[in-house]
């Protein structure tokens, strides 16, 4: 008889007691180790292993062959134990429960002082190939093979009845109907067979039959129901483990399924359908708390299909195909989530509950409910209103950062963090390219920036405009994403800087003037790496650092601590993720004992021990203590608390302005050294602000002489281009081409004794890119203060082309036109008029002179001296243009041509006009006594109100530009009478 598995092992150890303790059997101390054995064998300790203490012991005695240097011991050691565990016939379920690690106890207990055995290495052959064995065959050999049991005469002598031959058949008939011991081979391995009985069983089509139990509590509750008279009470049954298979599938790809139904945009439990346990009313409402995950993740899944197939005519944003990568990223985070316990779920190895898996999906149906929300924000109508993909791009890109930012809970930061980083990524791409290559590649019309295509001239003012999202974005109340808002304009001047010098095949200088030893990567990843530095800044106090036997060496040399991260390390075995390569992390001071002790060890080994016994204690005590959140993909630590808007918004300006800083660089350089911009201003000064002297000085008279003349001949702009382009050649004949010179006779002055200069303008042509910083606008600046300082320059000329004899002359001429006169005011004699007018003279000389002087020095040089200043501190041809404009306008205001000083203008140019009527009185000889008084008190007037309102000016503000002019004007006040 054989003998039973109890039999053998009581037989084994009652073998194994003798062996190890040389007990006879009689005795008593061999009666209790037998009875502690077989007590442990068969009820205690392996029955029910503890698999954490069980892997402890495994790593002390391999930490115990490290510790006596058995390096190679521990490594076949180590081998072993995992090609064990990892062995195939594990990965079956088997009857008995976690026999795995009941072996590895009992050899471990067998296990006897294993350090100071002699330890040969034996070579761990290849398993071959396993042969097909015909087992069928093997059992078979030696048998006798079935052989009929032959007539029937020979079966019975005592039995004719013939109607049992019927009933038994010919055994000797065909062998198809003759009994067999075993199947057929054939009919063991059949295809169809096997899928049958290896597939799901179809209970969507076909109901299934349960066994009617006390278990079977909706059966019962049918039964109880139809008794009392209630029509379709009647349900389909469906285990637990398929309701947990279908709520997997559903959440992984939602649709119709036997148990959920799409019905109104929303998923619902199907009518009549419940497990044997609970009624049809509890299974939903079990199953409402899932319900809302189908329809948010059918919605995520919609959107993204949309956008993956557009129509023929649609242009989709790179920016939402990104997002709706991101979102794939976190439906597939979700998915392997649900391939984990789909794989826990099929092994069957333990009781798991549909309960159990609402608990275990809880954390995710949370996450996809804010997600879903999130993107019902940032995508509303997004295909139904005709709107430019720049709102739509930055909508979702605004909602994702203000969540991101804003966001309380720590389990959702990664996820939005992830999704953030992922839209984002193609708007960096353009924003790269425009600053790098000097290139806006907006191919889908994303980007806040265009380029107006219609517009070709003007590259730095017109060419590139930006979008107006900023007022779409606040009226649906989204902020806008603060990344963009903040560094708008320096992206626009870096962008605008780099179109100019790609241009002028200048962009390769700002490679040139980069440092070799930088490598400037792309905005995204230094984003990317800037993050990772500024959010690891407020996590320095939990650093940890990996110590194991591979690195002990460089540990002891440097004296690294253990407070510092080393990042991941390896064991010694070369495999990551071990103990010895686990981080240690811990309080401060405590990190700091546990460095300082493996600091001491001499020993290496030891110090290998010690670090091991750390790192095991702060993996307990790290048990204890809430695990930080980390965003898997990007390798960082994220956390809600820390100020997550001021790190990405540094993070991204320091590449944005290091290009910006580059591009400008460049941009000013080239301005300055190859355009020479400084140069050019300096002729527009000499020919507009007249600094050329003498030069301009000959140019004027002439222009003076010929509209005094009113010789129209002369007029025309090629005869005036030929005087200007005459006169500046005597010095500067390299640039006169630049200038050239118009006149339109006013048809208010055609009439008029003197022709005015308001129509003469002079011209300059300016190449590109230099017309940037001097524009047509500045042109017409530039001409209204020329025109202003010729027509105090004609007053002076006027004046000092009258001479004394030429007042002298006109007594004679006076006195007789007064007497002629029936009524005559006129008191004064000869001698007293002849004063008078040349008094009035040198007044007239005097106050010009005074502004002729205040105007060439005190507003054009000292204002040229700022200029000079501000070109040599610019960085940016913004501030190149506005240091001009500037200049420009100081001028144009100390030049009295302010509509604010209007009343100043006024009564400057009735000075002025006094002074063009005495001379034209003069050469007319038609100057009367009473023409002297008018002008003798209109003189007085003007003079007097400008003494008063600059000294007024100059005492409230300080203007010191005005000092001089002010005290001047008031000291030679002229008396009214």
């Not at 976690?98 to 296990?111: F, G, M, P, V």
């Not at 290998?608 to 204690?617: E, Y």
């Not at 918004?649 to 400008?664: A, K």
């Not at 004899?805 to 007789?816: E, G, S, V």
């Amino acid at each position: 008889m054989a003998r039973t598995p109890k039999q053998i092992i009581e037989e084994e150890s009652l073998r194994l007691i003798e062996h190890l303790t040389e007990f006879d059997q009689d005795e008593e101390n061999f009666e209790i180790c037998e009875r502690f054995v077989l007590s442990n064998l068969f009820y205690h300790k392996y029955l029910d292993p503890d698999e954490r203490k069980i892997n402890k012991t495994i790593q002390g005695v391999k930490e115990k062959f490290v510790v006596h240097a058995q390096f190679e011991k521990a490594k076949q050691f180590d081998e072993l134990v995992d090609k064990f565990k990892n062995s195939e016939a594990f990965q079956q379920p088997l009857e008995q429960h976690d026999l795995k690690h009941r072996l590895l106890s009992l050899l471990l207990n067998l296990a006897d002082n294993p350090v100071n055995v002699d330890f040969q290495p034996t070579p761990i052959l290849q398993d071959p190939e396993l042969e097909q064995v015909d087992w069928i065959a093997v059992l078979n050999e030696g048998e006798k093979p079935l052989e009929p049991l032959g007539s029937e005469s020979d079966l019975s002598v005592w039995s004719d009845d013939s109607d049992f031959q019927d009933q038994v058949g010919d055994i000797s008939g065909d062998k198809e109907n003759s009994f067999q011991l075993y199947p057929a081979k054939s009919q063991a391995n059949d295809p169809k067979e096997w899928i049958q009985q290896n597939i799901q069983f179809q209970y969507w089509n076909e109901e299934q039959s349960f066994p009617r139990t006390a278990a079977n509590y909706s059966a019962h509750v049918e039964e109880m129901l139809e008794r009392r008279g209630k029509l379709d009470v009647h349900t389909e049954k469906i285990s637990e483990f398929q309701l947990i298979r279908e709520i997997l599938w559903m959440l992984r790809t939602p649709t119709d399924s036997p148990i959920f139904e799409f019905r109104n945009g929303q998923f619902q439990v199907t009518d009549l359908v419940t497990l044997t346990s609970v009624t049809d009313s509890a299974l939903k409402s079990l199953l409402r708390e899932v319900l809302p995950s189908f329809s948010n993740i059918y919605s995520l899944k919609s959107f993204i299909h949309k956008i993956e197939h557009p129509g023929p005519q649609t242009k989709v944003a790179h920016t939402a195909e990104a997002y709706c990568n991101g979102l794939n990223h976190a439906l597939h985070q979700f998915s392997q989530f649900l391939l984990n316990v789909e794989d826990k779920v099929s092994t069957q190895a333990g009781s798991y509950t549909a309960l159990m898996l609402l608990d275990e999906l809880r954390p995710w149906i949370k996450k996809l409910s804010i997600l879903q929300n999130l993107h019902e924000f940032a995508t509303r109508n997004y295909f139904e209103e005709e709107e430019e993909n720049c709102c739509k791009s930055m909508r979702i890109l605004s909602v994702l950062y203000n969540s991101v930012i804003s966001t309380p809970h720590p389990d959702m930061i990664d996820l939005l963090m992830d999704i953030f980083l992922i839209s984002i990524k193609p708007y960096l791409r353009i924003l790269n390219t425009w600053l790098v290559h000097g290139a806006l590649s907006d191919d889908r019309d994303e980007f806040f920036f265009y380029k107006n295509s219609d517009d070709k001239g003007d590259v730095w003012n017109n060419v590139f405009k930006q979008r107006n999202y900023e007022q779409k974005l606040n009226q649906d109340k989204i902020r806008p994403v603060a990344l963009f808002v903040n560094l708008a304009d320096r992206i626009l001047v870096s962008g605008k800087s780099n179109e100019i010098l790609s241009k002028m095949d200048k962009l390769e200088q700002k490679g040139e003037t980069e440092s070799s030893s930088i490598v400037l990567s792309s905005i995204y990843e230094e984003f990317i790496s800037n993050m990772k530095e500024r959010i690891g800044k407020f996590f320095e106090s939990n650093k940890s650092s990996e110590f194991g036997p591979s690195n002990l060496n460089e540990l002891k040399m440097n004296g690294t601590k253990l407070s510092s991260s080393t990042g991941q390390t390896s064991n010694s075995t070369g495999q990551p993720g071990s103990s010895a390569g686990q981080p240690i992390r811990s309080a401060g001071h405590q990190t700091a004992d546990f460095a300082e002790i493996v600091n001491i060890a001499d020993d290496e080994f030891l110090a290998a021990a010690f670090t091991n016994i750390f790192m095991k204690m702060e993996k307990e005590s790290e048990e204890s203590l809430p695990t930080q959140p980390r965003c898997n993909e990007l390798d960082m630590r994220l956390d809600p608390l820390i100020p997550l808007e001021s790190i990405l918004t540094d993070s991204l300006s320091v590449g944005i302005l290091q290009h910006f800083s580059r591009s400008c660089s460049v941009l000013v350089s080239l301005f300055k050294d190859d355009l020479n911009v400084e140069e050019e201003l300096a002729r527009a000064r000499l020919v507009f602000f007249m600094e050329a002297g003498d030069i301009m000085q000959d140019f004027n008279n002439q222009i003076f002489s010929i509209v005094h003349r009113k010789d129209t001949d002369l007029l025309d702009s090629s005869s005036l281009t030929l005087l200007l382009q005459d006169c500046l050649s005597q010095r500067f004949g390299s640039w006169v081409d630049q200038f050239s010179c118009t006149y339109s006779i006013p048809v208010e002055g055609s009439n008029s004794p003197v022709l005015s200069l308001d129509g003469l303008s002079i011209n300059m042509n300016i190449s590109w890119p230099l017309n940037i910083i001097i524009s047509l606008e500045n042109l017409e600046m530039y001409n209204k203060i020329f025109l202003f300082l010729v027509t105090v320059k004609r007053s002076l000329w006027c004046l000092q082309s009258i001479s004394l004899a030429d007042i002298a002359r006109l007594d004679k001429q006076i006195d007789r036109d007064e007497m002629s006169m029936e009524l005559s005011d006129s008191s004064l004699n000869v001698g007293q008029k002849q004063h008078r007018l040349q008094l009035l003279r040198a007044w007239l000389l005097y106050f010009v002179t005074l502004l002729h002087g205040y105007f060439m020095s005190r507003v054009v040089h000292s204002t040229h001296l700022e200029l000079s200043a501000g070109i040599s501190k610019a960085t940016d041809l913004n501030i190149l243009i506005d240091v001009h404009q500037t200049y420009l306008q100081k001028i144009h205001d100390r030049c009295f041509l302010h509509p604010g000083v209007r009343m100043l203008k006024e009564a400057i140019s009735k000075v002025l006009s006094i002074c063009l009527e005495v001379h034209t009185g003069v050469q007319e000889n038609s100057i009367h006594s009473r023409s002297i008084d008018a002008w003798e008190e209109k003189y007085s007037r003007c003079h007097n109100f400008l003494s008063s309102t600059l000294n007024s000016m100059v005492r409230k503000s300080k203007l010191p530009h005005l000092e001089g002019l002010a005290a001047a004007l008031l000291h030679s006040c002229p008396q009214q009478q």
